[in-house]
């Protein structure tokens, strides 16, 4: 099993433009969920799925769009790149919402000048 | 709202000499805690959870975390560090299938 894989690893964008960070699992696992980490923040949680076909908002949802179509994959859009938005961006994947045990991704390195 | 707290930031110790990194958590049922541990440039791996029953849990690494409702606290030990456990360490609790972060301590090891 790869367990959580995310591409790209490293990505810049210019403010205002757009972008999807990909996500995917191979564990068949219901539940997965998009943080990002910001220095002395821990990771914060931005939107999360219970499983295909929902999707609901985190602690710090506004500027990013998510959708589930597939229990596989949970793509994470950013339709109009900001400066704060410049982060590292992690999924994660749980067997079901409430097992709680996630599996985290090796992360994204996003930066928006 | 439950949250999350790592006092110390940053930790430095010697290789060889024993380590606790304290945690405490505002929950106001039993929580789910976790311990995870991330090396420069790398994703999270869990060290060790805490679910039920015995409140002192055993992880990987030689790392162990003791609960203690009484004072909220879900500290991580080891007895002995080695060079490689340099890392950033994060304490969570498992809300409703969500975590809840601590703001993470950065542990250095001095040879």
């Known amino acids: 099993n790869a367990g959580v894989t995310q591409t790209p690893k490293f990505q810049v964008l210019k403010t205002g433009q757009s972008m999807t960070l990909q996500c995917a699992q191979d564990m068949n696992h219901e539940y997965m969920s998009w943080y990002r980490q910001d220095p002395g923040m821990g990771l914060r949680l931005i939107h999360y799925s219970v499983g295909a076909g929902i999707t609901d908002q985190g602690e710090v949802p506004n500027g990013y769009n998510v959708s589930r179509s597939t229990t596989e994959d949970f793509p994470l859009r950013l339709l109009s790149a900001a400066p704060s938005q410049t982060s590292v961006y992690f999924c994660?994947?749980?067997?079901?919402?409430?097992?709680?045990?996630?599996?985290f991704g090796p992360g994204t390195r996003l930066t928006v000048t | 709202a439950q949250s999350v707290t790592q006092p110390d930031i940053h930790i430095t110790v010697s290789e060889g000499a024993s380590l606790e990194l304290r945690c405490n958590y505002s929950y106001g049922a039993t929580p789910y805690l976790f311990w995870y541990v991330q090396s420069p440039g790398q994703g999270l791996q869990l060290l060790l959870k805490?679910?039920?029953?015995?409140?002192l849990v055993q992880g990987i690494k030689g790392f162990e975390a003791e609960f203690k409702r009484s004072q909220s606290s879900f500290n991580l030990r080891k007895p002995s560090v080695h060079w490689s456990d340099a890392a950033e360490y994060f304490c969570?609790?498992?809300?409703?299938?969500?975590?809840?972060f601590g703001q993470g301590t950065e542990l250095s090891v001095k040879p």
């Open positions: 969570a609790v498992g809300q409703g299938g969500k975590l809840i």
């Open positions: 994660a994947s749980s067997y079901s919402r409430g097992s709680h045990e996630q599996y």
């Open positions: 805490y679910f039920s029953g015995d409140t």
